[in-house]
């Protein structure tokens, strides 16, 4: 564990122990239990098409020393039938502390989350630790009128490799505004830093390596000519949703994304990938807009559907490169090896929730999705069907 994760698991655990040691005379305790299985004919969401079919079990125990603070102890594990290297283990402790009342102007809002995830042998590389720390203030200026504001600050690091780790700090503001009865607009801006370590693909200084008895690309071979340099990438990001109800039961939302790099000039990640588990998968630039739609027309049955449209450019990485292409990582533009996604979802779900006089609570659910993704690289040019269900408990 590195120091972010040192610092974070100190906060929070530091927390946990001022709780215990205050009056616990309100203490309330929560019981969690799920599972679900998953089919999917693309499990690495590539043109490999690989079918695989995995379940997840997770369990949580909540604890409610305070009426403002919650305390989360949970754990899961996931199963894959085929590639059983991919199975992992995952505990996590959480805390959420809402300090000010549900009635008052001012809400306050603080979370913290560390966890470790752990894989069998074959993929123990991608073993990692999380931390997560965020607060929002918010304010309501009218009736109708709500400004919200925060930071949130995420921290990935690979255990087994001493380069690898990711830092994310965000900073937000939005608004939420209700118009003209039931129509209700939420605007949220931000702006995000992400530390990566690139080369500088617009150097000249290329140098050939012409060895006939090793077959190695040159465009990779000048890769190891050019120094490492850290820096952090900056975002910037919108959001609009603007959600109506139509009658008492049925709801639907329209929501529009745009994701745009400050400073990105083409540098390009060395042995990163965008890949299948790659923490570089949720660093893009481009839009998307999805368009939703929740209801609950039939009895004690939740049905949710939607489409979605994504427009995505990632960062280059080197792994992308291979010996067809002649040119050189100088000779050629950035947007030619730069991976640009358009991609098309949908989604239909299926909610039952069921509560007993007890207060036992019980939940089965259904998901069916449909993913459409063309891409400028081959590899990423693939179609995933996906079926989930899955049965969760509240005690």
């Given at each position: 564990?590195?120091?972010?994760?040192?610092?974070?698991?100190?906060?929070?655990?530091?927390?946990?122990?001022?709780?215990?040691?205050?009056?616990?005379?309100?203490?309330?305790?929560?019981?969690?239990?799920?599972?679900?299985?998953?089919?999917?004919?693309?499990?690495?969401?590539?043109?490999?098409?690989?079918?695989?079919?995995?379940?997840?079990?997770?369990?949580?125990?909540?604890?409610?020393?305070?009426?403002?603070?919650?305390?989360?102890?949970?754990?899961?594990?996931?199963?894959?039938?085929?590639?059983?290297?991919?199975?992992?283990?995952?505990?996590?402790?959480?805390?959420?502390?809402?300090?000010?009342?549900?009635?008052?102007?001012?809400?306050?809002?603080?979370?913290?989350?560390?966890?470790?995830?752990?894989?069998?042998?074959?993929?123990?590389?991608?073993?990692?630790?999380?931390?997560?720390?965020?607060?929002?203030?918010?304010?309501?200026?009218?009736?109708?009128?709500?400004?919200?504001?925060?930071?949130?600050?995420?921290a990935t690091v690979y255990v087994n490799s001493d380069d690898?780790?990711?830092?994310?700090?965000?900073?937000?503001?939005?608004?939420?505004?209700?118009?003209?009865?039931?129509?209700?607009?939420?605007?949220?801006?931000?702006?995000?830093?992400?530390?990566?370590?690139?080369?500088?693909?617009?150097?000249?200084?290329?140098?050939?390596?012409?060895?006939?008895?090793?077959?190695?690309?040159?465009?990779?071979?000048?890769?190891?000519?050019?120094?490492?340099?850290?820096?952090?990438?900056?975002?910037?990001?919108?959001?609009?949703?603007?959600?109506?109800?139509?009658?008492?039961?049925?709801?639907?939302?329209?929501?529009?994304?745009?994701?745009?790099?400050?400073?990105?000039?083409?540098?390009?990640?060395?042995?990163?990938?965008?890949?299948?588990?790659?923490?570089?998968?949720?660093?893009?630039?481009?839009?998307?807009?999805?368009?939703?739609?929740?209801?609950?027309?039939?009895?004690?049955?939740?049905?949710?559907?939607?489409?979605?449209?994504?427009?995505?450019?990632?960062?280059?990485?080197?792994?992308?490169?291979?010996?067809?292409?002649?040119?050189?990582?100088?000779?050629?533009?950035?947007?030619?090896?730069?991976?640009?996604?358009?991609?098309?979802?949908?989604?239909?779900?299926?909610?039952?929730?069921?509560?007993?006089?007890?207060?036992?609570?019980?939940?089965?659910?259904?998901?069916?999705?449909?993913?459409?993704?063309?891409?400028?690289?081959?590899?990423?040019?693939?179609?995933?069907?996906?079926?989930?269900?899955?049965?969760?408990?509240?005690?």
């Amino acid at each position: 564990m590195n120091k972010s994760n040192q610092t974070l698991a100190a906060i929070i655990i530091t927390l946990s122990l001022l709780v215990f040691m205050s009056d616990t005379s309100y203490a309330k305790f929560g019981f969690n239990f799920g599972t679900s299985t998953t089919s999917s004919d693309n499990m690495f969401n590539d043109s490999n098409k690989v079918y695989d079919i995995f379940s997840t079990t997770s369990a949580s125990v909540d604890i409610y020393p305070l009426t403002s603070l919650k305390i989360s102890f949970s754990g899961e594990q996931t199963y894959y039938r085929e590639t059983i290297g991919l199975g992992n283990v995952m505990g996590d402790l959480s805390l959420t502390f809402i300090p000010t009342k549900p009635q008052s102007k001012l809400s306050l809002y603080f979370s913290g989350s560390i966890n470790g995830r752990t894989y069998h042998n074959e993929f123990s590389s991608i073993d990692n630790n999380y931390g997560q720390l965020s607060g929002v203030i918010g304010y309501q200026l009218r009736p109708n009128l709500n400004i919200r504001g925060g930071v949130d600050y995420k921290a990935t690091v690979y255990v087994n490799s001493d380069d690898d780790y990711k830092r994310d700090l965000d900073f937000f503001a939005g608004a939420n505004y209700s118009f003209l009865g039931n129509n209700v607009l939420d605007m949220e801006f931000g702006y995000s830093m992400t530390n990566y370590t690139y080369k500088d693909r617009n150097l000249d200084s290329v140098q050939h390596w012409d060895n006939p008895d090793v077959y190695i690309p040159a465009d990779i071979l000048w890769l190891f000519r050019i120094p490492d340099t850290k820096e952090n990438l900056q975002l910037l990001f919108m959001s609009y949703r603007l959600s109506r109800t139509i009658g008492s039961k049925t709801g639907l939302n329209v929501t529009y994304t745009s994701r745009i790099y400050q400073n990105y000039k083409g540098g390009f990640l060395w042995g990163a990938s965008t890949g299948f588990l790659s923490p570089w998968t949720a660093v893009w630039d481009g839009q998307t807009v999805s368009f939703n739609l929740k209801s609950y027309i039939i009895p004690k049955l939740i049905i949710k559907t939607g489409i979605g449209y994504w427009d995505k450019s990632y960062l280059i990485t080197s792994d992308k490169y291979d010996g067809s292409d002649t040119r050189t990582y100088a000779d050629a533009k950035s947007e030619d090896f730069a991976r640009n996604d358009f991609v098309t979802k949908i989604y239909f779900g299926l909610q039952w929730p069921i509560a007993f006089s007890s207060g036992f609570f019980m939940e089965p659910t259904l998901n069916i999705e449909y993913t459409k993704n063309r891409s400028n690289k081959p590899l990423y040019y693939f179609d995933n069907f996906s079926i989930t269900a899955g049965v969760s408990f509240r005690f």
